[in-house]
């Protein structure tokens, strides 16, 4: 149980266009989905707190209307990178919880911006 | 603030090798604390968890407890194999009722044959 899908696990798109990035929770309701952002090398960083039916609550530094997060349902969260820049290729991973303190990871997705 | 150290990486090791990786934290209340593993191009995986003072998280023979008198949680494990190459990253939660993960900033593992 606890398993958390992300689509696509990789994705090249070209500067200025913008790309979605879907996070499921497949087997359980999440309440709480977080995105974070994972430089090669690093630790992640958190992005954002999402509520289904609330606004993302985005960590300082982070900008919201180029960093889209819609928590539409109890199992779906969508994070959309706004016209793209070469700076926002990383790798994406978001995780969930439902309602305990537990959080069930995706497997990320690759950005690449060319 | 809330945070957690572990110790730099990367770490090496021969096949059957003792591991240890430690990891401290600071902290207000009593957190839960994690290990994840995160293996080439993958997202984290949750190796084990302890969620009170004295709780020994274990799984797939990697041990850790949580000791609160040093503010400690070393992952160990007494004989590696290869296939435990991968990141290893410490958390913490639950403070204050948060949700929010607070990360180590990870500790690269290789097991040579």
């Known amino acids: 149980g606890a398993v958390v899908s992300q689509h696509p696990s990789r994705v090249i798109c070209k500067s200025g266009t913008s790309v979605k990035i879907e996070c499921r929770s497949l087997?359980?309701?999440?309440?709480?989905m977080f995105w974070y952002r994972q430089f090669p090398k690093q630790s992640l960083m958190l992005m954002a707190t999402?509520?289904?039916?609330?606004?993302?609550?985005?960590e300082q530094g982070v900008e919201k209307d180029k960093f889209l997060i819609n928590h539409a349902s109890l199992t779906l969260s969508t994070l959309t990178v706004t016209s793209a820049h070469p700076e926002d290729s990383s790798f994406y991973i978001c995780?969930?919880?439902?309602?305990?303190?537990?959080?069930?990871f995706g497997p990320g997705t690759r950005l690449t911006v060319t | 603030g809330n945070s957690v150290t572990q110790m730099e990486g990367p770490v090496t090791l021969s096949e059957e090798a003792f591991l240890t990786i430690n990891c401290t934290y600071t902290a207000t209340g009593y957190p839960s604390l994690f290990w994840y593993v995160q293996y080439p191009g993958e997202g984290l995986q949750l190796l084990l968890k302890?969620?009170?003072?004295?709780d020994k998280g274990s799984n797939k023979g990697f041990e850790a407890t949580y000791r609160k008198e040093t503010t400690s949680f070393h992952l160990e494990k007494g004989s590696v194999q290869v296939s435990d190459s991968a990141v290893y990253f410490c958390a913490l939660t639950g403070i204050q009722g948060a949700q929010k993960l607070v990360f180590g900033q990870g500790t690269r593992l290789t097991i040579n044959p």
């Open positions: 302890a969620t009170k003072a004295d």
């Open positions: 995780s969930a919880a439902g309602g305990t303190y537990e959080q069930y």
């Open positions: 999402s509520n289904e039916g609330s606004k993302a609550t985005y």
């Open positions: 087997d359980f309701q999440a309440t709480t």
